[in-house]
Structure formats: C-alpha cells, structure tokens
C-alpha cells in the first residue's frame, strides 16, 4: 500500500441482508433496498435509457455470473422509478466469444440465456444487447485519463452513446489471473477485441489499467451506481467456476462509488475464504498459488486466442497479486490515486437483515489503520 495515497472523503456503502435460502420475493426486496438507500433516482427523468452492465462472463449460473433474480428487481424498480427503456448487455470472455473486424465467433446470448438471466430480463420488460452482434464497427475510443498506463484509447461499444444512465451489477468472485472480479474487472466487458489484447499483452500493469478502465468519460459521466448480490460467493479459482460459499448471512452490497463497493465486496469475499476449511478450497485447482501457472494463463490460454502467437511470445509477465487484505490489491490501490484518494467508507444497512457485529467487522476490514 502506497503511504503517500491521500484520504478521500467519506463514501456511503449501503448493505442489505439476505438470509441463506431466501425466496425470491425477499432477495428482491433487498436489491430494493439497498438501491433506495445507495441513491435518490433524481437523475432519472421519464423516458430515459438506462443501460445495466451485468457479468456475464460465461454461461454458468450465479455466482459465477450476475444474479439474475437481482437483475430482474432492479429492472423492475428502474421501470416504477420512470426509465423509458432499459437495456441490458454485455460481450463475454475469449474463452467463449471471439469478436474481429471479419465477424465474431461464439454467442453472448446463448450464454445469457443458459445462466437463466436472459429469461428474466425478458419477462421484467427489459431489452438485451450484445456488443459482438453490432460488429466491429459498433464500436467509439473513449480516451483514459492523461498518464494513464494505456497506450492508446478504449474501444467502448455505441449503445453507450445511446443511454442517459449506466448501472453496474458485478458479483463477488475470485478470478484466476485478476485477483477477485468485482465492479472495476466487469468493466473488461465493455472493451472490443483490440482493447483486450492490450490488456493482456501489456501485463505488467494489468492490474493498473483495470483501474484506469473505469475512469473513461463515458463512465465517468453515466454510471450512477453499482450494486452486487453477494449472498452467494465464489471463493476460489474463478472467474467461471470454482467453490461456492453461501454464508448464513447474505448481503446485497450498493454504493454511487464503484471504488467504495469494492472495498466492502472484496472485504466479504476474504471473509468468506477465511470461514472455508483448506480442504474446501481446493488448493489444486485455485492458480493463484503459483506464479508461473498465472503467468503462463495470460500468455499462451488469453494472449494467444485475442492476437495469436505472435503477441504470446512477446507479451509480459503478468505477476500474481496476493491478496490477505483489501489494501494489498493492486486494482484497488491504483484506483484510489485514480479517483482521488482512499474513500473513507461508512456502512449503512438498508435493512434489518444485517447483523451488527458483521456491519463493524466489514468496516475494519475497510478502515487503513495508521
């Protein structure tokens, strides 16, 4: 952790409990909840586009993707609130689509549709769009911010253009070479094939350039806030499979500060791998433990399939991020420089459903001691 970081200012963080096998009918009246809490809606005028950017990744259910039960409250909740239309979308990972100025291989709907979120954005009303099926032409370069690590602008898909309002839905997971995924990694969804491959090409500061992609002025501009459902966790491998932890206490996690949720989100998710046994874990098959598999991964599994061998044989090394503590994260570290500081985050629970004595250990595990 960089000493020299300043503070920020105090961000709310609003938490809704989900208790362990909850029914549908309360896990979306916590999504409600918290979202009411996280932010009034005087930004929504009638008529207005809103855009909700889930993880959809691959096709496997949640928590290996967004919570579709989750997804369905918030379009429901956008529509009593006003919203005009509201869109739904995003562009899965290499291993399942593969999109070149030639066309695209692969489907992001048929993925959608077999994680079951597409069913329920269809019957809450809303549209669904894939970035991969408007083309490599769909998209416009939306530039970082100056000194920014990337060497060239991002590749953003147009429907952006087209909404007033953007609204994140990650989950709360592990990923193999990342880290954890949770709100600033989703923001890889966005980004056309070309945008990627520098991503994973230029590994050595992956983990700043995952910061810095949430800092373009599309986001920057319409995305109002970021909520997860985080009542069910994966705790290792990631980001399409690995052990699922549903913990007595559930927690729907909402904030306007995509930084300030991802301090609770992955606060709850180390809490999460500290209450599993060593043998749940399943050390074998989580990568993190070795550097070389890391390294590796991104060369010749994600390198290779974005631009060939070429930019495989000459990419750098990825280093993997160990993470024991929030502030040990790389993302995170360098988003704080990116948006101004260390949020000082304060917990509040947007309904009765959240223990206290959770509420205060997720605030320690959020507050840099000195």
Known sequence: MDKSIPSGRQT???????GRGASEKAMKLAVRAAAEEATDFSWLSKADIVFIKPALNSGNTYPATTSPIAIGAMIELLKEKGAGRVIVGDMSGIEHIKLSPRGFSGSSRRLMESSGMARVVRAAGAEIHFFEEAG????????????????????????????????LMPRCGRHALAGSTLGLKAAVGYWRTDTRLAYHRDASTFQEKTAEGNAVETLLKKQRFVLSAADKILTTYGPDKGYVVEPKNGLIIASESVVAHDMVSLSWLLENRHNVSRSEKNWLKDPYSSQFIVSMANRFLIVRKLGGW???????????????????????????????GI???ILEAANDGVPENLKKQLSEMTTLST
Do not use: C
Request: without cysteine; hydrophobic residues 45%.
């Open 310 to 340: 070429g930019p495989a044989f000459t990419s750098e090394k990825l280093t993997r991020n160990d993470i024991h503590a929030i502030w040990d994260d790389r993302v995170l570290n360098h988003a704080y420089k990116v948006f101004g």
């Open 12 to 18: 709310l963080v609003f938490l809704a409990g989900v």
């Open 343 to 345: 949020p000082k985050v």
């Open 136 to 167: 490599w032409k769909a998209f416009y370069e939306d530039a970082p911010a100056e000194g920014s690590y990337w060497k060239q602008g991002l590749m953003m898909p147009n429907i952006l253009k087209e909404v007033q309002h953007i609204i």
